[in-house]
C-alpha cells in the first residue's frame, strides 16, 4: 500500500532552492497529523553532498537519483528518473513547490501516473483522515477548496511562499539512499542559464515605489505616476503587462518574472494583484493600492486602500504630499 | 509546417464575479467572455512562424457554443481553420481529462508544432499543454519568451525565474506554452473578417467515457479569499478626498515620509 509524503527537493548545480525547503515544511505538517512518514528526493548526476545537506532536516530518508543525463535539467531527463523513484517508494503524495521548474516537469510525470496535479496550492489542511487543498483561481480573485478523490498517488505543489522554509524541522541525520535511475532519450538540448544585460535599475534597494498596472490605460499617463514617485523620493516600477507593452523597461518590472523587493512604501496604481505581481512585492512595509475594483485581490494585501478612479486620485494625492513636506 | 493551436475562453479579466448557488464555480450566465490571455499570444507566434515557414494554423477551443467567439476571432486574425471540442459541463474537467480529450481531438492532425498559452486565466492549474505533450509524445518547452523556428527544428527561449532565462534546442513535432508578452498581438482586419465566415469550424464530441470518469480532484467549495491584511478603505467612494486622506495616513501613521 501506498505510503509516505515525498518531497522534490530542486537544486541549481547542487544547491538547492530555498522554496523546495519550504515543501518539506508543509510535508512535515501534514504528514504529522496524517502519520504519514515524510521523505525527499534529489535528482542530479553528483547531488550525494546535497542529498547529505537535506537529511539534517526532520525525515525518514533522502532519495538521491543519479544519473549523467540528469547532470543538466530537463524534463525528458526528470520525468524519467523521477517516474522509477515513485515507482520503487510507492507514496501516497508526493509534495513539491510551484516553481517554473516544477512546472516543466511535473505534469508530464503526473500524466505517466494517469492524472494531474493540485497545482499551486496556497495552503492545505488534514480533515477526516482527509488533505483538503485550497488554491487560488481567476487570477487571485477568488479561493478553491479543493479534495483529491481517487488513488495514490496524489500530486500537489505549493505556492512560493505558501510554507516558510524555517518552519522545516531539522533532524537527526537521516539515511541517504542512493538510487541509480535509468533515462531515455532526452529530446530537448539545453544550453546554460543566463541574465540579459545587467539590469541597469536595482529596485530592491529602492525605499519607496510607486508601481503601475493596467489601469494607467496609456503611455501618456505615465507622468502622472512618475510626479507622485517624484514627490514621494521613490522609483517608478509596473506590473508585467506594461513592460509587455514596452511603456517601462522591463527593469522596472515586479513580480515573478522581474525583480522581487520589500520597499517601506510600495503604492499600487491600477493594478489588479495577480499573483505573480504579488509574490514581488507583498513583503513591503505599508501597502497602498488605488484601484477601480473592489474585489482586485490587490485589496488583500493593501494597509491602505482607495476604490476608485486613479486619475482622480493620484493627482490629489500627489499635491497634498507636496504640502505636507513642504515642497510647494 | 502545420501548426495547432489550443485556445481557452474565460470570464472576461475585468468582469466582476460571482460565485454560484452551489459555490462550486462562478455564475456564468450573464458574464462576459475572452480569450484567456496568453493563448491570444499563442496564436500571435504560430500565425508568424506560418508566415515564415508556409503551412497551416489550426485553432482548437474546447467549451460550449460560446466559445465559438474565440474561433472566430483567431479565424479573422489569420488562422486558417478551426476544430471545435463541443460540450456543455467540461469546465470542472481535471487538467489531466482535459488534456486527454484535446490530445484526441488533434491527434489526427498529426500536427509539426503545438502551441498554447502557459495558463488559463480561470482555473490556472498551468498543466493541459504540458500532459497533451505526455499523451502525444511530444517532447515541450513551457514558459516561452522566444522562438525560432526552422523546417525541421526549434530553438526557444524559456523564462527561469528572477531574470533568468535558457535556449532549447528541440526537434519536431513538438509542444510549446508561450508566455504573454512575447510579441505584439496583431489585430483582426475587415478583411480578416469577411474572410473568416469561409473558414472551416470542424465540431468533434469529446468522448463520454474520459468526460465521465471520477475526476481526481475536485472543487468543493469556491469562496472570496480571506484577507491577509485589514485594508483601511479611504474616501467611501471619493477618490479625492481618499486621496487628502490617504496623504495625512502616510505622514502621520504609517510615517513613510
Known sequence: MSNGILVFIEHKGGVANKSSIEAIAAAQQLGSELQQPVSAVVLGADVSALAQEIAGYGVEKVICATNEKLADYTPDAYADGFEQVIKQTNPAFIFMTHTYQVRDFAPKLAARFGKGMISDCIRARVEGGKIGFTRRIFLGKLDADVISDGEAPVFATFQTGAYRPDQAAKGSGAPVETVAVEIGEVRMKPEAPFQEAKQAVDLTKADVIVAVGRGIKSKDNLGLAEKLAEALGGDIAASRPICDAEWLPIDRQIGSSGQTVAPKLYVALGISGAIQHLVGMKNSGTIVAINKDPEAPIFDIADYGIVGDLFEAVPVLTEEIKKIRGLL | ?257
Open chain 2, 1 to 257: 509546417m502545420k501548426i495547432v493551436v489550443m485556445m481557452k475562453q474565460v470570464a472576461n479579466k475585468d468582469a466582476i464575479l460571482r460565485i454560484n448557488k452551489d459555490a462550486t464555480w462562478i455564475e456564468e450566465s450573464d458574464l462576459s467572455f475572452e480569450v484567456s490571455e496568453s493563448d491570444g499570444y499563442a496564436l500571435e507566434e504560430s500565425l508568424r512562424v506560418r508566415e515564415k515557414l508556409g503551412g497551416e494554423v489550426v485553432v482548437c477551443s474546447m467549451g460550449p457554443q460560446r466559445v465559438k467567439s474565440v474561433i472566430k476571432d483567431a479565424l479573422a486574425r489569420g488562422a486558417d481553420r478551426a476544430i471545435h471540442v463541443v460540450g456543455d459541463n467540461l469546465t470542472h474537467l481535471s487538467p489531466f481529462a482535459a488534456a486527454t480529450v484535446l490530445a484526441d481531438a488533434i491527434r489526427d492532425e498529426k500536427p509539426d508544432l503545438v502551441m498554447t498559452g502557459l495558463q488559463s486565466d480561470d482555473h490556472g492549474y498551468g498543466q493541459t499543454g504540458v500532459i497533451m505533450a505526455e499523451l502525444l509524445g511530444l517532447p515541450h518547452a513551457t514558459i516561452v519568451i522566444e522562438l525560432n523556428a526552422e523546417a525541421d527544428k526549434l530553438r526557444v527561449k524559456r523564462e527561469l525565474e528572477s531574470g533568468w532565462y535558457q535556449w532549447y534546442d528541440m526537434p519536431l513535432p513538438a509542444l510549446l506554452t508561450i508566455q504573454s508578452g512575447i510579441s505584439q498581438i496583431r489585430y483582426a482586419t475587415l478583411k480578416g473578417i469577411m474572410a473568416a465566415k469561409k473558414k472551416e469550424i470542424k465540431e468533434v464530441t469529446p468522448s463520454a467515457e474520459v468526460v465521465g470518469r471520477p475526476s481526481h480532484q475536485r472543487i468543493e467549495k469556491v469562496y472570496l479569499p480571506q484577507k491577509m491584511k485589514q485594508t483601511q478603505l479611504l474616501g467611501n467612494g471619493d477618490a479625492k478626498a481618499g486621496a487628502a486622506e490617504l496623504a495625512q495616513k502616510l505622514h502621520t501613521e504609517a510615517r513613510v515620509f
